[in-house]
C-alpha cells in the first residue's frame, strides 16, 4: 500500500452521498412545516397562566426563575414573552428557536466529526453527524412549542463541550465562555446540568487539574442555585426498594435505545445494551492524555447523554413506564450518537486506505439506508403529529374524552378557560396546515407519543 494515497471519495460516490444528504435533509425541512403544532397544549397551558401572572404583578424574576417540574426554563420562557409581546402570539418564534437549536446542534457536531475523518473524508464524517441529528423523530422537539426546552439545553451542552475541547489556546475568555454555555444548558432545561459531569471528564483526562477544579466549583455552585427551593425527587430505593430500583434501570436501559426503542417494543432493550456497552468501552479506553480534540470531544458528548439517561431513570421511574420512554427524549442521545460515530471514523479510515473501492461501495448502500430510515422516522413523526393535532381540533370543538387527559391537560375545564380567553385575545388561534381527519387517533407503531 502506498503511503502517500489519500483516501477519498471518488465522484460518483461523493455526489451520490451529497445528493441522499441533501435529500434528508429536504425531509426534515418539509417536516419542520408538517409537523409543527402551534396551539397550546399540555404544559403550554401552564406557560401561558404563569405569563398571564407576570403581565399582571410584573415580577420578572419570579416568572422567568420559578421551577415548572423542577426545571428553571428560563430561554422558554424569555421565548414565550417575546413572542407574545412582539409575534403577535402566533409560536413562530417558538418553531424558529427550535429549528435553529437543531442545526445549531448539527453543525457543531458535523465540525467535531469532519476532523476526525480527516482529509479526504471530512463529507462521509460530517454527513453522518448531521443524519444522526436531523431525523425525523428529532424534528417533533423543535416543530412543538413544549418540546423545544429540550433543544434549548441541547445546543448549549454541545456548544460548551465542542469548545472545550476544540484545538487552540485555552485562553480566560474561551472558558468563560464554556461556563457560560453550560450555565446556560441547565437554564432550557435541568437535563442541561448533565454538562457538567461531561466537562470535568474531558478535562481530567487532558491533565488540566486547575481547569477541573474550575467546572467541580462552578458545576457545584450551579447546581446548588438550581436545587434551592425544589422538592426532592422519589428515590428508587424507598416505597418499593428493589422493585423501583429495577424500574430505573430498565427505564435508563430503553432510554438510551432511543429512537429505535420505540419501533420495536419488547426487544428495544438489547439496542440499550448494546449501546451502554460501546459507551461504557469508548469511556474506559479512549480520550487519554496523548488523544485528538475530536476523540476528547466524543467523550463528553457520549457521558452528556449517559448522565440525561441516568437522571430519567431516576426522576421518571414511576411516572414513566420503561417500555415506552417518550421519543421526546432522544433528541439527548445524540450526542452520545455522534460521538460513537466520531470513534468509529479513525478505523473507517483506516479500512479505506486497505481498500478503497468496496468501502465506496459501502458509502452508496449507507446512502441508500439513510434515505430508507428517515423515510420511516418521517412516517412516525407525520402519524405521532396528526395524532396530537388531531385530539387538540376535538378539544378546540368542544368534545372530550379521556384520551385527551394525558395529551392536552389533566384539567379540561382549566385548558378551557384558558382557551376561551386566548380565543377572546386572539392569541395562538392559528396553525400552518388544516387539521387531520377526524379518524386519526393512533400513532405510528400503534401508540401516540
Same mark, same amino acid.
Given at each position: 500500500?502506498?503511503?502517500?494515497?489519500?483516501?477519498? =471519495?471518488?465522484?460518483?460516490?461523493?455526489?451520490? $452521498?451529497?445528493?441522499?444528504? #441533501?435529500?434528508?435533509?429536504?425531509?426534515?425541512?418539509?417536516?419542520?412545516?408538517?409537523?409543527?403544532?402551534?396551539?397550546?397544549?399540555? !404544559?403550554?397551558?401552564?406557560?401561558?397562566?404563569?405569563?398571564?401572572?407576570?403581565?399582571?404583578?410584573?415580577?420578572?424574576?419570579?416568572?422567568?426563575?420559578?421551577?415548572?417540574?423542577?426545571?428553571?426554563? @428560563?430561554?422558554? $420562557?424569555?421565548?414565550? !414573552?417575546?413572542?407574545?409581546?412582539?409575534?403577535?402570539?402566533? /409560536?413562530?418564534? $417558538?418553531?424558529?428557536?427550535?429549528?435553529?437549536?437543531?442545526?445549531?446542534?448539527?453543525?457543531?457536531?458535523?465540525?467535531?466529526?469532519?476532523?476526525?475523518?480527516?482529509?479526504?473524508?471530512?463529507?462521509?464524517?460530517?454527513?453522518?453527524?448531521?443524519? =444522526? /441529528?436531523?431525523?425525523?423523530?428529532?424534528?417533533? +422537539?423543535?416543530?412543538?412549542?413544549?418540546?423545544?426546552?429540550?433543544?434549548?439545553?441541547? @445546543?448549549?451542552?454541545?456548544?460548551?463541550?465542542?469548545?472545550?475541547?476544540?484545538?487552540?489556546?485555552?485562553?480566560?475568555?474561551?472558558?468563560?465562555?464554556?461556563?457560560?454555555?453550560?450555565?446556560?444548558?441547565?437554564?432550557?432545561?435541568?437535563?442541561?446540568?448533565?454538562?457538567?459531569?461531561?466537562?470535568?471528564?474531558?478535562?481530567?483526562?487532558?491533565?488540566?487539574?486547575?481547569?477541573?477544579?474550575?467546572?467541580?466549583?462552578?458545576?457545584?455552585?450551579?447546581?446548588?442555585?438550581?436545587?434551592?427551593?425544589?422538592?426532592?425527587?422519589?428515590?428508587?430505593?424507598?416505597?418499593?426498594?428493589?422493585?423501583?430500583?429495577?424500574?430505573?434501570?430498565?427505564?435508563?436501559?430503553?432510554?438510551?435505545?432511543?429512537?429505535? @426503542?420505540?419501533?420495536?417494543?419488547?426487544?428495544?432493550?438489547?439496542?440499550?445494551?448494546?449501546?451502554?456497552?460501546?459507551?461504557?468501552?469508548?469511556?474506559?479506553?479512549?480520550?487519554?492524555? +496523548?488523544?485528538?480534540?475530536?476523540?476528547?470531544?466524543?467523550?463528553?458528548?457520549?457521558? $452528556?447523554?449517559?448522565?440525561?439517561?441516568?437522571?430519567?431513570? @431516576?426522576?421518571?421511574?414511576?411516572?414513566?413506564?420503561? +417500555?415506552?420512554?417518550?421519543?421526546?427524549?432522544?433528541? %439527548? =442521545?445524540?450526542?452520545?450518537?455522534?460521538?460513537?460515530?466520531?470513534?468509529?471514523?479513525?478505523?473507517?479510515?483506516?479500512?479505506?486506505?486497505?481498500?478503497?473501492?468496496?468501502?465506496?461501495?459501502?458509502?452508496?448502500?449507507?446512502?441508500?439506508?439513510?434515505?430508507?430510515?428517515?423515510?420511516?422516522?418521517?412516517?412516525?413523526?407525520?402519524?405521532?403529529?396528526?395524532?396530537?393535532?388531531?385530539?387538540?381540533?376535538?378539544?378546540?370543538?368542544?368534545?372530550? /374524552?379521556?384520551?385527551?387527559?394525558?395529551?392536552?391537560?389533566?384539567? =379540561?375545564?382549566?385548558?378551557?378557560?384558558? /382557551?376561551?380567553?386566548?380565543?377572546?385575545? #386572539?392569541?395562538?388561534?392559528?396553525?400552518?396546515?388544516?387539521?387531520?381527519?377526524?379518524?386519526?387517533?393512533?400513532?405510528?407503531?400503534? %401508540?401516540? +407519543?
Amino acid at each position: 500500500m502506498s503511503a502517500a494515497r489519500e483516501p477519498g =471519495l471518488a465522484a460518483p460516490a461523493r455526489w451520490i $452521498f451529497a445528493a441522499a444528504l #441533501g435529500l434528508y435533509l429536504a425531509i426534515a425541512a418539509w417536516l419542520v412545516w408538517r409537523t409543527s403544532i402551534l396551539e397550546p397544549y399540555s !404544559d403550554m397551558f401552564d406557560w401561558i397562566a404563569r405569563h398571564e401572572r407576570f403581565r399582571a404583578d410584573g415580577d420578572l424574576g419570579r416568572y422567568l426563575w420559578a421551577p415548572h417540574n423542577f426545571h428553571h426554563l @428560563v430561554w422558554t $420562557f424569555a421565548i414565550l !414573552d417575546l413572542d407574545t409581546r412582539a409575534f403577535g402570539a402566533s /409560536s413562530y418564534l $417558538f418553531l424558529a428557536m427550535g429549528v435553529l437549536c437543531l442545526a445549531g446542534t448539527a453543525a457543531l457536531l458535523a465540525c467535531a466529526a469532519g476532523a476526525a475523518a480527516g482529509r479526504g473524508l471530512r463529507l462521509i464524517g460530517a454527513g453522518g453527524a448531521v443524519a =444522526l /441529528s436531523a431525523m425525523g423523530c428529532h424534528v417533533l +422537539d423543535a416543530s412543538a412549542d413544549i418540546n423545544t426546552t429540550y433543544l434549548h439545553a441541547l @445546543v448549549f451542552a454541545v456548544a460548551a463541550i465542542v469548545l472545550a475541547t476544540a484545538p487552540g489556546e485555552r485562553a480566560p475568555l474561551r472558558r468563560g465562555g464554556v461556563l457560560i454555555c453550560a450555565v446556560a444548558a441547565g437554564l432550557g432545561s435541568a437535563a442541561g446540568l448533565a454538562v457538567w459531569p461531561a466537562l470535568l471528564l474531558v478535562a481530567w483526562r487532558a491533565g488540566d487539574r486547575r481547569w477541573a477544579v474550575a467546572v467541580v466549583i462552578t458545576g457545584i455552585a450551579f447546581s446548588l442555585i438550581y436545587l434551592l427551593g425544589q422538592a426532592a425527587p422519589a428515590s428508587p430505593m424507598t416505597a418499593g426498594g428493589l422493585t423501583r430500583l429495577a424500574e430505573a434501570v430498565a427505564l435508563f436501559v430503553n432510554y438510551l435505545g432511543l429512537p429505535w @426503542v420505540r419501533g420495536i417494543p419488547g426487544l428495544g432493550w438489547l439496542v440499550g445494551v448494546m449501546v451502554l456497552g460501546l459507551s461504557l468501552a469508548a469511556l474506559i479506553g479512549k480520550g487519554g492524555r +496523548d488523544a485528538a480534540w475530536p476523540e476528547r470531544t466524543a467523550l463528553g458528548l457520549i457521558l $452528556f447523554s449517559l448522565t440525561t439517561a441516568v437522571m430519567a431513570g @431516576v426522576a421518571r421511574t414511576g411516572a414513566t413506564a420503561a +417500555d415506552f420512554v417518550p421519543m421526546r427524549y432522544a433528541v %439527548f =442521545l445524540i450526542p452520545l450518537q455522534v460521538g460513537l460515530w466520531i470513534l468509529a471514523l479513525p478505523y473507517l479510515r483506516r479500512a479505506w486506505e486497505r481498500r478503497p473501492r468496496p468501502m465506496e461501495g459501502l458509502v452508496v448502500g449507507a446512502a441508500a439506508l439513510m434515505l430508507v430510515h428517515q423515510g420511516l422516522m418521517a412516517a412516525y413523526a407525520v402519524s405521532a403529529h396528526d395524532t396530537t393535532l388531531a385530539l387538540i381540533a376535538d378539544f378546540r370543538a368542544g368534545q372530550r /374524552s379521556a384520551a385527551m387527559l394525558p395529551t392536552i391537560y389533566p384539567d =379540561l375545564a382549566k385548558a378551557q378557560a384558558l /382557551s376561551d380567553r386566548m380565543r377572546r385575545q #386572539g392569541l395562538y388561534q392559528r396553525e400552518l396546515r388544516p387539521d387531520p381527519p377526524p379518524a386519526q387517533r393512533i400513532g405510528y407503531f400503534g %401508540f401516540m +407519543d
